[in-house]
């Protein structure tokens, strides 16, 4: 699926299905290396949601 980004950048390594684009981040501090951060749209409404594996103190803010 192609959505225009970029399948790396320096922090994140990106994958892109129908519903979902998802960072794996890389070259990242230790206290959040390795986590994952997951943007989901909701197919019958189109609105988008953000969860992260990453500790909660580390997330932005809407992003749990």
Do not use: F
């Amino acid at each position: 699926l192609d959505a225009g980004l970029q399948a790396s950048t320096g922090n994140c390594t990106v994958t892109v299905t129908a519903t979902t684009i998802e960072c794996d981040l890389v070259n990242a501090p230790p206290s959040i290396a390795g986590s994952r951060i997951v943007w989901t749209r909701a197919l019958s409404t189109g609105a988008w949601t953000c969860a992260s594996t990453a500790d909660n103190k580390y997330d932005v803010k809407g992003c749990l």
